[in-house]
């Protein structure tokens, strides 16, 4: 990672001095119409921000909302790829019913996708 920001620093700095080589005028990456490293730095966090950062946070606020309206009788699919029919929730778990005798206690947070609202 600091290689890759040394490169595009170095970058920065043959294009301010018009050269190909880095064999620019001395000081034409310091303050002399050049490109200031931090400028770079600047652009780098907020490609991170924008490609890495940023979708994470949403995903997460989306799956937080999802597991706040879940209500008995919702159709469920948990981390682990099992399917069943919530029966009761809790603050922090909930039982679903995957067969006619089987019910599971899960955390909320194993919850991945609601299939489908039922009626009760």
């Given at each position: 990672m600091i290689n890759f920001v040394n490169f595009l620093i170095a970058q920065g700095c043959d294009l301010a001095s018009g050269s190909a080589g880095g064999q620019g005028a001395p000081g034409a990456c310091g303050g002399e119409g050049g490109f200031?490293?931090?400028i770079?730095?600047?652009l780098i966090f907020a490609v991170f921000y924008?490609?890495?950062i940023r979708p994470s946070q949403v995903q997460q606020k989306k799956h937080k909302e999802m597991l706040g309206s879940l209500q008995k009788g919702d159709r469920v699919i948990?981390?682990?790829g099992i399917h069943g029919k919530i029966t009761q929730i809790k603050d922090t778990t909930v039982k679903f019913k995957v067969d006619e005798k089987t019910e599971l206690e899960i955390e909320k947070g194993m919850i991945r996708k609601v299939l489908r609202k039922e009626d009760q």
């Open positions: 200031s490293p931090i770079f730095m600047v924008f490609l890495l948990s981390s682990g």
